[in-house]
Nanobody, 127 residues
């Protein structure tokens, strides 16, 4: 069965960096996409970034552009989200999602019909 494990969250000061990782397993699809979503306290969940395993195409939320970088190791079924210049408004629970049989990404992962969710990991940006 599909398993998704997030790691790398924690507490960081404003302006600092964190690197989130998402390890997916338990599937045999040749192509897939992985996305990152986040949910701040009292707010709706929003997409942060999305990447295709096959062609490496990516998408970013406007709030993430220029600060966050998503990358993948397709062979290891792992995706990383490097987050730099973090702001207090980046605080929230970050969720990794797996979307099977996706060959390319042109927009955020919430457009894909099939999704598997990770448990989420806390990111807190505070002094």
């Amino acid at each position: 069965q599909v398993q998704i494990v997030e790691s790398g969250g924690g507490l960081v000061q404003p302006g600092g960096s964190l690197r989130l990782s998402c390890a997916a397993s338990g599937f045999t699809w040749d192509y897939w996409a992985i996305g990152w979503f986040r949910q701040a306290p009292g707010a709706e969940r929003e997409g942060v970034s999305c990447i295709s395993s096959s062609d490496g195409t990516t998408a970013y939320a406007d709030s993430a552009k220029g600060r966050f970088t998503i990358s993948r190791d397709s062979a290891e079924k792992t995706v990383h989200l490097q987050m730099n210049s973090l702001k207090p408004e980046d605080t929230g629970v970050y969720y990794c999602t797996l979307h099977p049989t996706i060959t390319t990404v042109q927009r955020m992962c919430d457009v894909f019909p099939r999704v598997y969710w990770g448990q989420g990991i806390q990111v807190t940006v505070s002094s």
